[in-house]
């Protein structure tokens, strides 16, 4: 056996005590967490030492394909078809840098992002994102919206904030994010809203040229003008339902000083926001026995 997973699920000791078959009957072995192609190309490796998705004209959905092959290969301890992953990826990725967020998108699904693919798209983001109509792979159009803020926000720093804004605007344009054929309308309206969070968050009028930013203004589909992108006050992000949080560094000697300093943060940034208690204490319908029988509910008894 080429993998040692399967050896001692198969042919350990162990396997014989937990087998659940009747004499003389094949047992079954059930992997659910795992698509049933990736599982196909799996012992096609283990058979044939080769996988023939990998000498195909590369698409999308084998680029996805790879990405779950490769955390696969790790799962099953199979270093020589991780090996040859990697070669597809490096290859291919390389050529078509507009298949590197599909795998960066699928790698999001199961918490192992591809390291190739992700360099590609810091490398080379125009090409990844915003592919010609020749090109092979869909660029920004493959991500997903937990796949979009990722990105963003991992490109916020060293890319351009104007190819940030068009790539926003492509995504909301063409993306088949939460479409469906009962309510186009709305969920158009959806992806638009989403998209003008992440360009109020991430995009910085400062850093792009004036007559390129008047010129994507009259392209734009989401904002008029450019005062639309300066209005990024917190009072419009909460009242949409969400707030980013900036980006910080992490310090082990550094102690939080606010109470919203304790609150846990998600990957890409995303914290709810907290009611504020000392506005309720200045409001002056409340008088100081309510406001002591909120703080302890014993006073009023």
Known sequence: SRSTTFRQKFYGQNAKKQSLALPGEPEVVIFKHWDCRVLHMVVEYCYTDSCAAMRVKPTEDIARLMANLRIASKAFKIPGLLDKVKQWSWRQVNRHPALATAMVDEGMLKD?????????????????????????????????KPGLLFILRTLEDTTSHLLLLQAIERWVDFSSEDSTEESPSRERKTREAFGRKCALRFVKISQINPS?????????????????????????????????????TYSSNRRPTSPSALRPRTAIGIVRPEVNFAQTLSAPNIGMAKVAEKVDPDVSQ
């Open 112 to 144: 192992d992002i591809d390291e190739l693919a992700l360099q590609t798209l810091q490398l080379k983001p125009r090409a990844a994102m915003l592919p010609n109509n020749q090109a092979v792979g869909n660029g920004v159009l493959s991500l997903t």
């Open 212 to 248: 390129s930013l008047e010129k994507a203004m009259q392209q734009s589909k989401l904002f008029q003008s450019r005062q639309d992108l300066t209005d990024i006050t917190t009072t419009n992000l909460l009242d949409s339902g969400l707030q980013f949080s900036e980006k910080s």
